[in-house]
Protein backbone atom coordinates (compact mmCIF):
# COMPACT_ATOMS: atom_id res chain seq x y z
CA UNK A 1 0.00 0.00 0.00
CA UNK A 2 1.26 3.53 -0.81
CA UNK A 3 1.40 5.83 2.01
CA UNK A 4 -1.68 7.86 -0.06
CA UNK A 5 -3.97 4.35 -0.16
CA UNK A 6 -7.12 6.51 1.04
CA UNK A 7 -8.36 2.66 2.25
CA UNK A 8 -5.68 2.56 4.62
CA UNK A 9 -5.13 6.18 5.55
CA UNK A 10 -8.96 7.59 5.94
CA UNK A 11 -11.63 4.69 5.06
CA UNK A 12 -10.49 2.15 7.77
CA UNK A 13 -9.58 4.32 10.31
CA UNK A 14 -12.69 6.14 10.18
CA UNK A 15 -15.10 3.03 9.84
CA UNK A 16 -13.28 1.54 12.58
CA UNK A 17 -14.07 4.44 14.49
CA UNK A 18 -17.62 4.33 13.51
CA UNK A 19 -17.82 0.79 14.55
CA UNK A 20 -16.39 1.13 17.50
CA UNK A 21 -18.68 3.75 18.83
CA UNK A 22 -21.55 2.11 17.70
CA UNK A 23 -22.88 4.73 15.50
CA UNK A 24 -23.60 2.89 12.45
CA UNK A 25 -26.84 3.49 12.78
CA UNK A 26 -26.73 7.46 13.23
CA UNK A 27 -24.57 7.59 10.32
CA UNK A 28 -27.34 5.77 8.45
CA UNK A 29 -29.75 8.20 9.54
CA UNK A 30 -28.14 10.73 8.49
CA UNK A 31 -27.17 9.74 4.82
CA UNK A 32 -31.01 8.23 4.17
CA UNK A 33 -34.15 8.25 3.33
CA UNK A 34 -36.22 8.45 6.91
CA UNK A 35 -37.92 5.21 5.90
CA UNK A 36 -34.89 3.32 5.38
CA UNK A 37 -32.79 4.81 8.14
CA UNK A 38 -34.28 2.55 10.70
CA UNK A 39 -32.69 -0.90 10.53
CA UNK A 40 -32.53 -3.97 12.89
CA UNK A 41 -29.19 -5.86 11.52
CA UNK A 42 -26.33 -4.25 9.76
CA UNK A 43 -23.40 -5.40 7.85
CA UNK A 44 -19.94 -3.35 6.96
CA UNK A 45 -17.19 -3.91 4.80
CA UNK A 46 -14.30 -2.29 3.75
CA UNK A 47 -10.70 -2.91 3.63
CA UNK A 48 -9.69 -5.05 6.28
CA UNK A 49 -13.19 -5.20 7.84
CA UNK A 50 -13.23 -7.91 6.96
CA UNK A 51 -12.15 -7.15 3.34
CA UNK A 52 -14.15 -5.24 0.41
CA UNK A 53 -17.18 -6.84 -1.24
CA UNK A 54 -16.47 -7.68 -5.13
CA UNK A 55 -19.78 -7.86 -7.32
CA UNK A 56 -19.82 -8.79 -10.91
CA UNK A 57 -21.47 -6.92 -13.81
CA UNK A 58 -24.80 -6.57 -14.56
CA UNK A 59 -25.17 -9.45 -17.39
CA UNK A 60 -27.44 -7.07 -19.47
CA UNK A 61 -24.38 -4.88 -19.32
CA UNK A 62 -22.14 -6.71 -21.05
CA UNK A 63 -24.67 -8.25 -22.99
CA UNK A 64 -24.76 -4.24 -24.57
CA UNK A 65 -21.20 -3.57 -24.89
CA UNK A 66 -21.30 -7.52 -27.32
CA UNK A 67 -23.73 -6.07 -29.46
CA UNK A 68 -22.31 -2.15 -29.35
CA UNK A 69 -18.49 -3.22 -30.22
CA UNK A 70 -18.86 0.37 -31.94
CA UNK A 71 -19.42 2.15 -28.60
CA UNK A 72 -15.81 0.56 -26.84
CA UNK A 73 -12.65 2.00 -26.04
CA UNK A 74 -10.89 0.46 -29.29
CA UNK A 75 -13.41 -1.04 -31.51
CA UNK A 76 -11.21 -2.82 -33.67
CA UNK A 77 -9.72 -5.01 -31.34
CA UNK A 78 -13.18 -5.41 -29.37
CA UNK A 79 -14.77 -7.09 -32.34
CA UNK A 80 -11.09 -8.94 -32.44
CA UNK A 81 -12.12 -10.48 -28.77
CA UNK A 82 -15.73 -11.07 -30.00
CA UNK A 83 -14.69 -13.16 -33.14
CA UNK A 84 -12.61 -15.10 -30.92
CA UNK A 85 -15.01 -15.67 -27.58
CA UNK A 86 -18.58 -14.49 -28.40
CA UNK A 87 -19.09 -14.23 -24.92
CA UNK A 88 -16.01 -12.55 -23.92
CA UNK A 89 -16.03 -10.10 -20.50
CA UNK A 90 -15.65 -6.71 -21.39
CA UNK A 91 -15.89 -5.30 -17.81
CA UNK A 92 -14.48 -7.17 -14.71
CA UNK A 93 -15.67 -6.87 -10.89
CA UNK A 94 -17.02 -3.67 -9.10
CA UNK A 95 -15.13 -2.85 -5.30
CA UNK A 96 -16.88 -0.12 -3.36
CA UNK A 97 -15.03 1.01 -0.68
CA UNK A 98 -17.65 0.44 1.85
CA UNK A 99 -20.64 -1.98 1.19
CA UNK A 100 -22.92 -1.61 3.87
CA UNK A 101 -26.07 -4.51 4.10
CA UNK A 102 -28.74 -3.81 6.73
CA UNK A 103 -32.24 -5.59 6.70
CA UNK A 104 -33.65 -3.14 4.34
CA UNK A 105 -31.54 -1.72 2.19
CA UNK A 106 -28.21 -1.94 0.78
CA UNK A 107 -25.01 1.35 0.89
CA UNK A 108 -22.81 1.49 -1.26
CA UNK A 109 -20.16 4.12 -0.63
CA UNK A 110 -17.16 5.38 -3.00
CA UNK A 111 -14.38 7.26 -0.93
CA UNK A 112 -12.09 9.74 -2.55
CA UNK A 113 -9.45 11.59 -0.22
CA UNK A 114 -6.48 12.84 -2.62
CA UNK A 115 -7.39 11.88 -5.55
CA UNK A 116 -8.06 14.64 -8.27
CA UNK A 117 -11.31 13.56 -10.14
CA UNK A 118 -14.14 10.85 -9.25
CA UNK A 119 -13.49 7.65 -11.44
CA UNK A 120 -15.58 7.56 -14.87
CA UNK A 121 -14.32 5.44 -17.02
CA UNK A 122 -13.17 1.23 -17.65
CA UNK A 123 -10.88 -0.19 -19.83
CA UNK A 124 -13.22 -0.43 -22.11
CA UNK A 125 -15.60 2.60 -21.76
CA UNK A 126 -14.28 6.27 -22.25
CA UNK A 127 -14.35 8.83 -19.66
CA UNK A 128 -17.60 10.14 -18.66
CA UNK A 129 -19.19 6.87 -19.75
CA UNK A 130 -18.91 4.27 -16.68
CA UNK A 131 -19.21 6.21 -13.72
CA UNK A 132 -17.49 3.92 -10.47
CA UNK A 133 -20.60 4.94 -8.32
CA UNK A 134 -23.03 4.07 -10.74
CA UNK A 135 -21.22 0.86 -11.92
CA UNK A 136 -21.59 -0.55 -7.60
CA UNK A 137 -25.47 0.72 -7.87
CA UNK A 138 -26.01 -1.11 -11.09
CA UNK A 139 -24.67 -4.50 -10.22
CA UNK A 140 -27.04 -4.24 -6.87
CA UNK A 141 -30.08 -2.58 -8.38
CA UNK A 142 -32.51 -5.22 -9.92
CA UNK A 143 -32.80 -4.56 -13.96
CA UNK A 144 -36.88 -4.98 -14.37
CA UNK A 145 -37.99 -1.82 -12.29
CA UNK A 146 -41.02 -3.97 -10.89
CA UNK A 147 -38.69 -6.34 -9.18
CA UNK A 148 -39.04 -6.35 -5.59
CA UNK A 149 -35.47 -6.10 -4.58
CA UNK A 150 -33.67 -4.64 -1.55
CA UNK A 151 -32.89 -0.80 -2.71
CA UNK A 152 -29.26 0.29 -3.38
CA UNK A 153 -28.33 3.39 -2.53
CA UNK A 154 -25.21 5.20 -3.21
CA UNK A 155 -23.06 8.18 -2.07
CA UNK A 156 -19.33 9.84 -1.54
CA UNK A 157 -17.09 10.73 0.91
CA UNK A 158 -14.74 13.07 0.22
CA UNK A 159 -12.06 15.17 2.27
CA UNK A 160 -12.86 18.50 2.03
CA UNK A 161 -9.29 19.90 1.81
CA UNK A 162 -8.79 17.92 -1.39
CA UNK A 163 -9.06 18.50 -5.16
CA UNK A 164 -12.49 17.09 -6.28
CA UNK A 165 -15.60 19.64 -5.65
CA UNK A 166 -18.73 18.23 -4.03
CA UNK A 167 -20.32 21.22 -6.21
CA UNK A 168 -19.01 19.88 -9.27
CA UNK A 169 -20.01 15.85 -8.81
CA UNK A 170 -23.62 16.82 -7.25
CA UNK A 171 -24.47 18.95 -10.33
CA UNK A 172 -23.20 15.82 -12.65
CA UNK A 173 -25.57 13.49 -10.77
CA UNK A 174 -28.32 15.77 -11.64
CA UNK A 175 -28.31 15.32 -15.25
CA UNK A 176 -30.14 12.38 -16.96
CA UNK A 177 -27.33 11.89 -19.35
CA UNK A 178 -24.98 11.23 -17.25
CA UNK A 179 -26.69 8.51 -15.91
CA UNK A 180 -27.82 6.95 -19.68
CA UNK A 181 -23.64 7.48 -20.72
CA UNK A 182 -22.76 5.02 -17.80
CA UNK A 183 -26.07 2.82 -18.08
CA UNK A 184 -26.80 2.31 -21.67
CA UNK A 185 -28.29 -1.38 -21.32
CA UNK A 186 -30.94 0.51 -18.80
CA UNK A 187 -32.09 3.60 -21.27
CA UNK A 188 -34.58 1.24 -22.84
CA UNK A 189 -36.65 0.08 -19.96
CA UNK A 190 -36.18 3.11 -17.23
CA UNK A 191 -34.39 1.48 -14.74
CA UNK A 192 -31.80 4.11 -14.87
CA UNK A 193 -34.36 6.49 -13.14
CA UNK A 194 -34.29 3.94 -10.17
CA UNK A 195 -30.19 4.66 -9.93
CA UNK A 196 -30.48 7.64 -9.93
CA UNK A 197 -33.56 8.49 -7.55
CA UNK A 198 -31.04 6.27 -5.29
CA UNK A 199 -28.48 8.89 -5.44
CA UNK A 200 -27.78 10.34 -2.18
CA UNK A 201 -25.18 12.45 -2.79
CA UNK A 202 -21.90 13.89 -1.08
CA UNK A 203 -20.83 14.31 2.02
CA UNK A 204 -16.81 15.06 3.24
CA UNK A 205 -14.95 12.96 5.64
CA UNK A 206 -14.88 16.01 8.20
CA UNK A 207 -18.56 16.00 7.99
CA UNK A 208 -18.71 12.50 9.14
CA UNK A 209 -16.09 13.06 11.95
CA UNK A 210 -17.65 16.05 13.47
CA UNK A 211 -21.69 15.31 13.05
CA UNK A 212 -21.00 12.02 15.11
CA UNK A 213 -17.78 13.22 17.39
CA UNK A 214 -15.96 9.99 16.40
CA UNK A 215 -12.66 9.41 18.03
CA UNK A 216 -10.48 8.88 15.05
CA UNK A 217 -7.08 7.56 15.40
CA UNK A 218 -4.57 7.10 12.61
CA UNK A 219 -6.29 9.23 10.17
CA UNK A 220 -4.75 11.47 7.67
CA UNK A 221 -7.36 14.19 6.99
CA UNK A 222 -5.72 16.91 4.14
CA UNK A 223 -5.45 19.80 6.80
CA UNK A 224 -6.17 18.57 10.41
Not at 109 to 125: C, D, G, L
Amino acid sequence: MGENNSSQCVVKPVFDALEDSRKVKEFLRMVLPSSFAKVNSIQMFYEGHPKERVFRPRPEFLDWCRVHPETLVNPELARERLKKNPSYVFEGGTHPDVFIESSVCNVVIEAKWTEPRITAHTTWRKEGERDQLLRHMDALTAFETKAEEKPTFGLFLIDANGKISREIVDSLFKEDWYYKRSLPHRVANGSWKTIKNNYRGVYTWQELVDALNLKVSGCRLLGS
